[in-house]
């Protein structure tokens, strides 16, 4: 006999219909609780969520600050330009604060003159910023100590070491009721991240300490790397060892909503156990972008923005095209990587519900803001320009990338409570 059966009073073996007005308010009663206990737990994770104000924050990868180093894949000889630009739309979109993710600047530089040199040219914000390593940060002609040459940011912004060993990972409160850890999966002359076992230990006892806040999580690789990442040789050597150890981590926990990460320069959205991975791309390799989260007590509206220089986003996508990375995508159709890095609508401009199972929701196009041109000199120049001349270039970017707003469109109707979902 089915609970069906049951709960209309129908009998085992029998035909009958028979059903009284108090045993089926009986029936009715004991089998809606029963769905409540189902979900009782998953509300109660949902309006912790909720319990933390609006607010919103920039994410900012792949910067690779330098003087003096000649373009390649990344726009080296521009890099400085395109902080200075980002940072403008950032301090006139006024987020709460700034997290760089990792590989702010192409080695530190001798005696560490591209760190210093990125200190000065983040000083416009009038937020706080924080950041986490990348490769690139402790890669230099020496063994580069990330103490030594990043202590003093660190411990001036909040970020204190936890452990006192050559990893600095690090978890804070950005703004009430928000919980925000910083992984460390840098390893020096390596694609390839690792996050040893005490870090682990470390993230579990942290994720136990601050129950009950909204936690957002950060690393440069990708803890669940994007297609093609996600596949055998030579893309593997791009991501985390540890990648799904420290997922199942985070996944323990129901107040992890959202994951970071860059490396791979690639515009990505998924989902796995109501957990949003976001893959983001760097400013500059093409697309040339980064994104803003605005965070509301219901989801994450998400919006990209891009480099304004038209020409030099062009020239970026040149470069990627020919790319070693392109050709072993695809040998015949290296230009099919540029839609790789890109991504989808879905991957750019959204908005990721924190209700269970809940499916990302469009956002509406709107009308993308003009970009400016640069002259042919700035493009084709053999020298880093002037911090004089980078100034007098630098107009203010007024819309994101078909940029997220209100009058949100449902894609799909919601999933069912518990299902899990992703844009793969």
């Given at each position: 006999?089915s609970?069906?059966d049951d709960?209309?009073?129908?009998k085992e073996?029998?035909?009958q ?5 108090r045993?089926f308010l ?6 809606l609780?029963?769905l409540g206990?189902?979900s009782?737990?998953s ?5 912790c ?9 920039a994410?900012i990868?792949?910067?690779h600050?330098?003087?003096g ?27 709460d604060f700034v997290l760089?993710g990792?590989?702010?600047v192409e080695?530190?530089?001798r005696d560490?003159?591209?760190w ?7 000083q416009?914000l ?9 490769e690139q940060d402790?890669?230099?002609a020496a063994p ?5 040459t990043?202590?003093p940011?660190?411990?001036?912004r909040?970020m204190e ?5 050559p990893e600095?990972?690090w978890s804070?409160?950005?703004v ?10 840098a390893?020096a002359?390596?694609?390839?991240g ?9 993230l ?11 936690t957002i999580?950060?690393?440069?690789h ?5 297609p093609?990442?996600?596949s ?9 060892e540890?990648g799904?150890q420290t997922?199942?981590v985070?996944g323990?926990s129901?107040?992890?909503r959202?994951?970071?990460s ?5 515009n990505?959205?998924q ?7 976001v893959?983001c791309?760097s400013?500059t390799?093409?697309p040339?972008q980064?994104k803003?989260f605005?965070?509301?007590?219901d989801?994450?509206?998400?919006e990209?923005?891009?480099i304004?220089?038209e020409a ?7 470069e990627l ?6 050709f ?5 159709k290296p230009?099919?990587f540029l839609k790789?890095?890109?991504g989808?609508?879905?991957d750019r401009n959204v ?7 809940a499916l990302p929701l469009?956002?509406p196009k709107?009308?993308k803001?003009p970009k400016?041109?640069?002259s042919?000199a700035?493009?084709d120049?053999?020298?880093t320009?002037?911090s ?6 630098i107009?203010?970017q007024?819309?994101?990338?078909d940029?997220?707003?209100?009058g949100?469109?449902?894609l799909n109707?919601p999933a ?5 979902t992703?844009n793969?």
């Amino acid at each position: 006999m089915s609970q069906a059966d049951d709960l209309l009073g129908n009998k085992e073996g029998g035909s009958q219909f028979r059903l009284t007005r108090r045993s089926f308010l009986s029936k009715t009663s004991l089998f809606l609780a029963s769905l409540g206990a189902l979900s009782l737990e998953s509300a109660f994770d949902y309006a912790c969520a909720a319990n933390s104000g609006d607010f919103s924050f920039a994410f900012i990868e792949g910067v690779h600050l330098s003087s003096g180093i000649p373009d390649n894949v990344k726009l080296l000889a521009e890099s400085q330009l395109f902080l200075q630009n980002a940072l403008k739309t950032v301090s006139e979109q006024a987020v709460d604060f700034v997290l760089f993710g990792g590989d702010q600047v192409e080695s530190p530089g001798r005696d560490d003159t591209f760190w210093q040199l990125f200190i000065d040219v983040v000083q416009v914000l009038n937020c706080p910023w924080y950041f986490v390593f990348g490769e690139q940060d402790i890669t230099g002609a020496a063994p580069v100590d990330r103490m030594r040459t990043y202590g003093p940011d660190l411990k001036g912004r909040g970020m204190e070491p936890k452990d006192g060993g050559p990893e600095c990972y690090w978890s804070l409160d950005p703004v009430p009721g928000v919980h925000l850890i910083g992984l460390d999966s840098a390893k020096a002359n390596s694609n390839a991240g690792f996050i040893k076992q005490a870090q682990l230990d470390w993230l579990k006892k942290d994720l136990r300490e601050n129950r009950g806040k909204l936690t957002i999580a950060v690393s440069h690789h990708p803890l669940l790397p994007p297609p093609p990442y996600d596949s055998g040789p030579p893309w593997e050597e791009f991501i985390v060892e540890q990648g799904a150890q420290t997922r199942e981590v985070l996944g323990a926990s129901k107040d992890v909503r959202l994951v970071l990460s860059g490396h791979v320069g690639i515009n990505k959205i998924q989902k796995e156990r109501d957990i949003w991975y976001v893959s983001c791309p760097s400013l500059t390799v093409y697309p040339c972008q980064f994104k803003i989260f605005r965070v509301k007590s219901d989801g994450i509206l998400v919006e990209t923005y891009q480099i304004t220089y038209e020409a030099l986003v062009k020239k970026a996508k040149r470069e990627l095209s020919s790319s070693r990375v392109s050709f072993q995508y695809s040998s015949r159709k290296p230009l099919s990587f540029l839609k790789v890095v890109e991504g989808e609508e879905l991957d750019r401009n959204v908005f990721l519900p924190f209700a269970p199972g809940a499916l990302p929701l469009k956002a509406p196009k709107k009308k993308k803001a003009p970009k400016q041109k640069a002259s042919k000199a700035s493009v084709d120049k053999k020298k880093t320009p002037t911090s004089s001349q980078q100034k007098s270039d630098i107009k203010p970017q007024t819309a994101p990338v078909d940029s997220a707003g209100n009058g949100m469109e449902k894609l799909n109707a919601p999933a069912e409570t518990g299902k899990e979902t992703g844009n793969n």
